[in-house]
């Protein structure tokens, strides 16, 4: 059973890990390394069973493949989770016990925060194995990405109105910023520089005070985001608002935000074009912060953070160029890009060695 759906899905490698003085019960998923090592956050969540957890990496590392490839990174997909809860469970020796197992793959995964995981859980991690980005910035770590996977959709919004109105001037349209976290705080303060017309909305009150006072947006209702007369809806908190409910409310023409999983389903993909709206999609947009961590491999660079990010606006660029290539929603377009990437590199046969993992900024001791 187990192999068929990795045959399915195309995994390379699943490796359970299991230590019980530890109370340790996770899994590493390493999707596809044909770019180079297997990056991707690790996810401590309270699973309701087992299969739960595997379904979850499964999904998750497949997704960390074609985010990669679409990023130009020459790293591939992987993803890990532990099974339990973030808030009770968590102790040095189980983030050690971790760690050691990352540490057996020789930087065939290679691992980073996620949901559930704090930059001191990784410093567990990181005792125990080099293959660990997202450290403290003592450690040659590149610290909070949020910064970054901002100015990274700034960068996919220009290509994006780009396409859509043939000009990138932010300031001359309006924007629907839905969550006003790490990201959203950040696009919205980029947007108020250009000169937008910005709304927010937030479960948080005191971010949606500052969004107001700071950076001179319009504050609406959680539910009324969907409505508000904007070119551009911005979702920058949870998954699937782009789903059957909120679609025919949008009065936007172009969804793009730094969330993850924006659209509900496939068939809302295709919804979302039939419109004549141009989705801009979320892991090529929001790849910043992956770009960002990518580049404690070979040693971290701010500058060079920078100018990765850049690179987003032709990724948008080259996904709408597919996009009308093969008369494909933009959402398929971006996953065609990373597989013909994957396909192309993988037929040069590189010798081994060349993408392996240096760690060259890392001053490690602690
Ligand atoms: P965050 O937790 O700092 O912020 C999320 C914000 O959304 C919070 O302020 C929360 O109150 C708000 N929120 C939650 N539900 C909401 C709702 N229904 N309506 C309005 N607001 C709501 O998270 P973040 O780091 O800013 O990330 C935001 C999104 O971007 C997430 O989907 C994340 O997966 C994605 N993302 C983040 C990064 C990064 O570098 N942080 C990188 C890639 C993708």
Do not use: W
């Amino acid at each position: 059973m187990i192999f068929d759906t990795l045959d399915t899905f195309g995994h390379e490698q699943v490796v359970f890990c299991h230590n019980k003085d530890a109370g340790l019960k996770a899994i590493i998923a390493i999707h596809n390394t044909v770019l180079g090592p297997g990056l991707g956050g690790l996810r401590m969540y309270p699973y309701k069973t087992e299969a739960d957890a595997l379904d979850d990496v499964l999904r998750l590392s497949r997704g960390m493949t074609y985010k990669n490839a679409v990023a130009g990174l020459n790293i591939g997909g992987a993803k890990g989770v532990i099974i339990g809860d973030p808030e009770t469970d968590k102790s040095e020796a189980l983030f050690r016990a971790f760690g050691k197992f990352v540490d057996s793959l020789g930087g065939r995964y290679i691992t980073a925060e996620d949901v559930g995981i704090d930059v001191n859980d990784m410093e567990y991690v990181y005792r125990e194995t080099e293959f660990v980005t997202g450290v403290h910035q003592v450690h040659g770590g590149s610290g909070d990405p949020s910064p970054f996977t901002a100015y990274g959709t700034m960068q996919g919004l220009m290509a994006t109105l780009n396409k859509k109105y043939g000009d990138e001037e932010i300031g001359k349209y309006s924007y629907a910023v839905q969550g006003l976290g790490h990201v959203g705080m950040e696009f919205v303060k980029l947007l108020r520089e250009r000169g937008a017309k910005i709304f927010v909305t937030d479960k948080a009150k005191a971010l949606v005070e500052k969004a107001v006072s700071e950076y001179g947006a319009e504050a609406v209702g959680l539910d009324e985001i969907y409505d508000v007369a904007a070119d551009v809806y911005s979702p920058c908190a949870m998954g699937g608002t782009v789903n059957e409910k909120t679609l025919p409310r949008l009065k936007a023409k172009i969804i793009c935000g730094a969330a993850n999983n924006q659209l509900a389903n496939d068939a809302i993909g295709d919804e979302v074009e039939k419109r004549g709206i141009l989705y801009a999609p979320d892991y090529a947009v929001n790849a910043g912060g992956v770009m960002n961590v990518s580049l404690e491999i070979d040693g971290y660079n701010r500058e060079r953070a920078m100018r990765m990010m850049r690179t987003i606006y032709h990724n948008l660029g080259r996904i709408y160029e597919i996009s009308e290539r093969d008369r494909i929603p933009t959402y398929r377009a971006a996953d065609r890009l990373a597989e013909e990437r994957i396909a192309a590199i993988g037929k040069l046969k590189l010798p081994m060695g060349r993408s392996a993992p240096r760690f060259l900024g890392r001053m490690r001791g602690h």
